[in-house]
C-alpha cells in the first residue's frame, strides 16, 4: 500500500466531509446556537426589565404608602380639629344654657324679692293701720298723726 496515496484518499476524504459538514451539519448546528443565544439574551433582557418594573412598582407601593400616610395624617389632623370644634360648641352650649339658667334663677329671685317687699309692705301697712288706730284711740292730735305717718311713708 502506498503511504501517500492513502494519505491522498484520506485527505480527500477529510475534505469531502469538512465541505459536508460545512453544507448541511453546521448551518443547522449555528441556527440553533444563535436561536438559543438570541433566547438567553431575551430571558436576560426580559429579566432586566422584570427587575427594573419591579424597582418602579417598589417605589410606587413606597409612594402610595407616603402618600396615604400623609392622607391619614390629614384626617386624623381634620378629625382632631372637629374634635376640638365639637367640644368648643359643646362648651359654648353649655355656657349659653348656664347663662340662660342663671338668668332664669336671677329673674326668679327679683320676683320672689318682688312679692316679699310687697308682703312686707302690706304688713307693715297693716301694721301702720294697727298703730294708727291704737294711737286714734288714746289720743287725736293731727300735727303728730300726719309726722308719724309721713315718717312710715319715707321709710317704705
Known sequence: MNFNATLIG??????FFVWFC?????PPIMNALESRKKLIADGLAAGDRGKHELELAAKKASESMREAKVQAADVIAQAEKRAAQIVEEAKMAAKEEGDRQLA???ANIEQEANRARESLREQVAALAVAGAEKILRREVNAQTHADLLGQLKAEL
Open 10 to 15: 484520506q485527505s480527500i476524504t477529510f475534505i
Open 22 to 26: 460545512m453544507k448541511y451539519v453546521w
Open 104 to 106: 332664669a334663677a336671677q
